[in-house]
C-alpha cells in the first residue's frame, strides 16, 4: 500500500515541478542579464573590455608568446609606477585582485594620449605585444606596447 | 763575655769534624748550569758558593791554636768557614750522617753508659773539690781516683778511649814530674858533693900555705933547712895535683847539675805542651767532661801556678781564648769555654723539648742540629728520647728532600715539600724557598716562552738555545714537553704543510679552520704563517657576518629571509672567498627556501633576460620588488630591462 501510494505521488510530482523549472529558468536569464551588466562595469568609455584570461603568470614565463601579430590586450589596471626614459614611458600597473603582480606597459613617445597617467589611478590600456630590437640588433621580446588609454 | 761566647761557639768547629776533603756548599752544578743554593741565608739570598777559589785567597786566615786551624762559623748563615771553603752546617755531607746516624740511634740508657756516665760525675765532683783545696799535692788521692777513674771509664766503648788518653796524659806528666823531682833530688846530692870537695880542696889549699911557711922560716936557720927544703918541694906538687883533681870533679858535679836542671825543665815545658794539646784536642772532640776534668787538674800536676797557654800573641787564637780583655790565655780558658758549651748543650737540649711540645719542628730541628753537632757526646744529648728523635727524623728527611730536590732544581717538588713541612710546622718559613722556586719557574717559563716565538720565526738556532736555557733552569719543567713536542711537529711538519698548501690553495678555508690546531704548526713558516692568518681571521669574519645576518632576519619571518637572501648574495658576489664558502652558501640556501616566491622571481626576471624576454623579465623584476620592495636585486633588474626595453624600436 505504501509503495503504490509512494508511485502515485512521484507521477504527481513531476507534473507539479514545471512551474519550479519556468521560475528557475526566469532567475538564470534575469541573472545573465544582470551579469552582462556587471561585466560591462570594467569597460572604457569608448567600450574597452579588458581581455579574458590574460594570466600574468604566463605573461612571465613567456612573453613572446603573447606578440602574435594583431593581438590586442586590454587591461583594467591602476597606475602604479611611470618611469619616463626620453620621450617613451614605462608604465607599471597593478592588475585588481593580484596586488602582488605589475605589469610592465611601454608607452612609446609617439604614441599621443588623449588622458593624462597619473600613479594611482585606474585606466583601461589598449596594448599589443611586440617584439623589438635594440641599435645593436638584440631581439626584445614580448613588450607590451601601449596603442590608447582611456578612462574608466 | 759575648766575645767569650761567640769564641765557644767558633770552636763548634770540632763538632764537624770536618776535614778538606768535604765538599764546600754551593759547587757549580755540571753544564754551565747556574749554581744552585744549598741554603738559604738571613737576607733570603742563597748562600753564595765560596770555596777555595782565587777571589777568596786572599781573605784573611781563620785563627789557629797549636799549630791546627780553627774553623769560624758564621751564626747568621749556619755556616762554616774551614781550610777555604764556606760550609753549610745544616747541609754538610758530615754534619747530615752524624746527625741522621744520630736520630737513628736508640738512646744510650744501657747499664754501662750509666756508669761510665756516673765514673765521669764523680771525676767531676772530685776535681771541683780538689780545686778548691789549696793544700792538694802532686799524686794525691784525688788525683790518683782520677786518674784510675778515667783509666775505667776508657772501657766503656762510647768513651772512644778518650778517657785513657787523658790518663795516659796526666801519668805522662806526672812521670815527667816525677823524673824533674829525681833530678832536683841528684842536683841536691851533687851540690853537696861539689861541697864536700871545695871543702877538700880548700884544706889542702890551707895545708900547703901552712906547710910553705914552716919550711921557709927553716931555710932561714941553716943546713937543716935545705935538707927539710927538698922534701917539702915533692908534698907541695903531690897537693897541688890532688887540689885539682878535686876542682875537675867538682866541675863535672856541676856541669851534670846543669843539665839535669836543662833535661828538667825543657821536659816539663814538653809535658805542657802536650797536656795542653791534650786539652785542645778532648775540646775539639767535644769530650767538655774530659776538658773540664784535664783543665782542673792541671794546676796540681804542674804545681808551678803558670797556666798560660803557649800561644802566639799577634794571633786570633790568643786573642780568642784570652776573651780580648789583653790578658794572656790560659788553660781555665779552655775550661771556661768547654764549661760554656756543655752549659749552651744543655739548654739547647731543653729548648728542643719545649719546641717539640708547641709542635716547632724546624726550630727544634735546628736546635737539635746545633746541640748534637757541639755535644754529641753528652749525657742530655745521647739520651734524648727515641720518639722525639723520630718526629725530628721525620722533618728532617723532609728538609734533606727539599735541599735534594733544590739542587736538582726540581721546583715543583721542592714547593711540594715544603707544603707537607708547611703541614708538619705550621710556624714553617717557606717564604724564601717558595720565592725562589717561584722565581726560578717563571724564568724557565720565560725561556720557554722566548723558544716558542723563535720557533713561530723559523729561527730553530734560538729555539735550541731558549729551550736549553729553559731546561738548565728547571730541568723538570712540564712545558718542556710541549716545547718538545713543538720541535718533533716543527721537524715533522712537511707533510702538514703540504696539506696546509693543498687545501689552501683549493680555498677549503673552512676545513682549515676546523682543524686550526692541527695546521698552527705551519705557522712556523713566515709564509704560511700569513696564509694561516688570514684563513682564520676570513673564517672568523664569515662567522661573524652569518651570525649578524641569521639575528637580523629572525625579526621579520616574511621581509627578514628576504633581506638575508639578496646580502648573502650581494656578499657573495662581492668576495670570490664568501661564494667559495660552503657554510655561507648553506645559510644563503637556507634563506633561499623560506623566501622562495622573492628568489624565484629574480630567478625568473633573471632567466628571461638571458632570453631576451624583457618584457617577462621585467614583470619577474616587479614581482620581485612586491615580495621585497628595498629589494636592490630587483630595482637593479628593473632598471636594466627598462633601459633596453624603452632604448627598443618596435
Not at chain 1, 612573453?63 to 602574435?68: K, L, Q
Not at chain 1, 641599435?135 to 574608466?152: A, C
Not at chain 2, 791534650?278 to 774530659?290: E, G, I, N, P, Q
Request: aromatic residues 6%; positive net charge; contains cysteine.
Amino acid at each position: 500500500m505504501a509503495r503504490r501510494a509512494r508511485k502515485g505521488s512521484k507521477k504527481k510530482g513531476k507534473q507539479n515541478l514545471m512551474p519550479v523549472f519556468i521560475g528557475i529558468g526566469a532567475i538564470v536569464v534575469l541573472a545573465l542579464i544582470l551579469g552582462s551588466g556587471v561585466l560591462k562595469k570594467g569597460s572604457s568609455a569608448r567600450g574597452l573590455e579588458p581581455t579574458p584570461n590574460f594570466r600574468i603568470a604566463e605573461y612571465r614565463q613567456d612573453g613572446s608568446r603573447f606578440a602574435s601579430s594583431g593581438n590586442v590586450y586590454v587591461f583594467d589596471g591602476r597606475v602604479e609606477n611611470i618611469e619616463t626614459v626620453g620621450n617613451a614611458r614605462l608604465v607599471s600597473i597593478s592588475i585588481p585582485d593580484n596586488p602582488d603582480e605589475r605589469l610592465p606597459l611601454l608607452v612609446p613617445g609617439d604614441v599621443k594620449l588623449r588622458v593624462n597617467l597619473t600613479r594611482g589611478d585606474r585606466f583601461i590600456f589598449e596594448t599589443t605585444c611586440r617584439t623589438g630590437k635594440t641599435g645593436d640588433g638584440k631581439q626584445v621580446k614580448g613588450v607590451l606596447i601601449v596603442k590608447n588609454v582611456e578612462t574608466r | 763575655m759575648m766575645k767569650r761566647e761567640s769564641a765557644a761557639l767558633i770552636l763548634a768547629l770540632a763538632m764537624t769534624g770536618m776535614s778538606t776533603a768535604q765538599m764546600p756548599t754551593g759547587g757549580a752544578p755540571s753544564g754551565g748550569a747556574p749554581a744552585m743554593p744549598n741554603s738559604f741565608d738571613a737576607s733570603g739570598s742563597a748562600a753564595k758558593p765560596q770555596s777555595n777559589d782565587p777571589a777568596h785567597q786572599g781573605e784573611t786566615p781563620n785563627p789557629q791554636l797549636l799549630g791546627v786551624e780553627m774553623p769560624l762559623m758564621d751564626p747568621s748563615t749556619d755556616t762554616v768557614k774551614y781550610n777555604g771553603g764556606i760550609f753549610d752546617v745544616g747541609n754538610n755531607a758530615a754534619v747530615r750522617a752524624r746527625f741522621e746516624k744520630y736520630l737513628q740511634q736508640v738512646p744510650d740508657d744501657s747499664s754501662e753508659s750509666k756508669r761510665y756516665r756516673a765514673l765521669i760525675k764523680d771525676m767531676l765532683k772530685q776535681t771541683q773539690r780538689a780545686g778548691r783545696d789549696k793544700n792538694y799535692a802532686v799524686g794525691g788521692d784525688v788525683l790518683i781516683k782520677v786518674g784510675r777513674g778515667l783509666y775505667k771509664a776508657s772501657e766503656y766503648p762510647g768513651d772512644g778511649n778518650q778517657s785513657g788518653a787523658l790518663a795516659s796524659a796526666i801519668v805522662s806528666a806526672l812521670d815527667v814530674q816525677r823524673d824533674s823531682l829525681t833530678r832536683e833530688r841528684d842536683n841536691e846530692k851533687l851540690e853537696k858533693e861539689m861541697n864536700s870537695l871545695v871543702k877538700q880542696a880548700d884544706e889542702w889549699q890551707n895545708h900547703n900555705v901552712a906547710r910553705k911557711s914552716a919550711l921557709s922560716a927553716g931555710a932561714n936557720q941553716g943546713g937543716n933547712g935545705k935538707k927539710n927544703a927538698g922534701r917539702s918541694d915533692s908534698g907541695g906538687d903531690l897537693n897541688a895535683l890532688r887540689i885539682a883533681q878535686y876542682i875537675k870533679t867538682a866541675a863535672k858535679k856541676e856541669s851534670t847539675q846543669a843539665a839535669n836542671l836543662a833535661t828538667s825543665e825543657s821536659a816539663k815545658i814538653a809535658s805542657k805542651l802536650n797536656y795542653q794539646a791534650m786539652l785542645v784536642a778532648l775540646l775539639f772532640s767535644r769530650r767538655f767532661d774530659h776538658v773540664v776534668i784535664g783543665s782542673r787538674v792541671y794546676r796540681h800536676i804542674f804545681r808551678d801556678g803558670d797556666t798560660t797557654l803557649n800561644l802566639d800573641k799577634d794571633s786570633k787564637a790568643h786573642e780568642v781564648f784570652s776573651g780580648g780583655v789583653g790578658l794572656p790565655p790560659t788553660v781555665n780558658s779552655i775550661d771556661s769555654i768547654a764549661s760554656n758549651m756543655r752549659r749552651e748543650v744543655d739548654q739547647s737540649i731543653q729548648s728542643v723539648y719545649g719546641m717539640l711540645a708547641r709542635n716547632k719542628l724546624a726550630e727544634a730541628t735546628q736546635q737539635l742540629i746545633a746541640a748534637v753537632a757541639i755535644g754529641e757526646y753528652m749525657q742530655s744529648v745521647a739520651t734524648f728520647p727515641a720518639d722525639a728523635r723520630q718526629r725530628i727524623a721525620q722533618f728532617w728527611t723532609l728538609r734533606k728532600r727539599a735541599l735534594t730536590a733544590l739542587n736538582a732544581r726540581d721546583y715543583a717538588t721542592v714547593e711540594d715539600v715544603a707544603a707537607k713541612m708547611k703541614e708538619m710546622d705550621v710556624d714553617f718559613d717557606d717564604s724564601m724557598l717558595l720565592s725562589y722556586t717561584t722565581g726560578k719557574k717563571r724564568q724557565s717559563d720565560l725561556a720557554i716562552r722566548n723558544a716558542r716565538k723563535a720557533l713561530s720565526k723559523g729561527d730553530e738556532e734560538g729555539f735550541n738555545k731558549y729551550i736549553t736555557e729553559a731546561g738548565i733552569i728547571w730541568p723538570r719543567n712540564p712545558n718542556l714537553d710541549k716545547g718538545t713536542e713543538l720541535l718533533e711537529k716543527f721537524d715533522a711538519g712537511d707533510p702538514v704543510k703540504e696539506e696546509f698548501v693543498r687545501l689552501y690553495d683549493g680555498k677549503e678555508f673552512r676545513r682549515i679552520a676546523r682543524e686550526r690546531e692541527h695546521y698552527k704548526i705551519v705557522a712556523m713558516d713566515p709564509e704560511l704563517a700569513k696564509k694561516y692568518e688570514e684563513v682564520i681571521s676570513l673564517v672568523m669574519r664569515m662567522d661573524g657576518m652569518l651570525e649578524q645576518i641569521k639575528g637580523v632576519a629572525e625579526q621579520d619571518a616574511t621581509l627578514g629571509p628576504c633581506m638575508a637572501y639578496e646580502k648573502l648574495v650581494e656578499w657573495q658576489k662581492s668576495d670570490e672567498n664568501f661564494a667559495n664558502d660552503t657554510e655561507m652558501t648553506l645559510v644563503l640556501k637556507d634563506f633561499e627556501s623560506k623566501a622562495h616566491d622573492f628568489v624565484q622571481a629574480l630567478r625568473d626576471g633573471d632567466a628571461c633576460e638571458k632570453r631576451g624576454e624583457y618584457g617577462s623579465a621585467l614583470s619577474c623584476y616587479y614581482r620581485a620588488q612586491c615580495k621585497y620592495m628595498q629589494s636592490t636585486l630587483a630595482r637593479e633588474g628593473i632598471k636594466r630591462v627598462t633601459d633596453v626595453i624603452v632604448k627598443a624600436t618596435y
